[in-house]
């Protein structure tokens, strides 16, 4: 699965990709919104993993970008925050995890957006 993690804490970013790699997943990170919302004009994700406090463009309102993007097939959002309150965030976001996050939860995420990327492609044959 191609997973866009948007972080832009160094570590955090890493330890993901990393983790995402053990799993068989190609994961491109990115620290700001602007550089995501370039990258999704040109490349298109299964899933992504953003954090929604991001330098300058908040995570969001690059999902609500990405909402209003006509995307052939709109990648699976999910949104990383360590707020206690989500602010509305869920109608934005397919799911939302709240950091600190385990594997478990990951892997649970992956595996979401592998059956909702089965189910549109079953939708579409």
């Known amino acids: ?10 570590v955090v970013a890493d330890s993901l990709a ?17 550089s995501a919302l370039s990258l999704l004009c040109c490349r ?3 899933l992504v993993l953003l954090d929604e406090n991001l330098p300058g463009i908040k995570g969001s309102a ?3 970008s990405i909402a209003n ?3 052939a097939d709109r990648p699976f959002m999910v949104s990383m925050t360590g707020d206690s309150e989500d602010g509305g965030l ?3 976001f397919d799911v939302c995890l709240q950091k ?4 478990e939860a990951l892997l649970q995420v992956i595996e979401d957006a592998q ?8 939708l579409a044959a």
């Open 1 to 10: 699965m191609d997973v866009l993690v948007v972080e832009d804490n160094e």
């Open 18 to 34: 990393f983790l995402l790699d053990c799993y068989g997943h190609r994961a491109t990170v990115v620290e700001d919104g602007e």
């Open 100 to 103: 600190p996050f385990s594997l």
């Open 69 to 71: 993007r006509p995307f």
């Open 90 to 92: 869920t109608r934005l």
């Open 44 to 46: 298109a994700f299964e």
């Open 115 to 122: 059956s909702c990327g089965d189910a549109s492609a079953l």
């Open 62 to 64: 690059v999902a609500l």
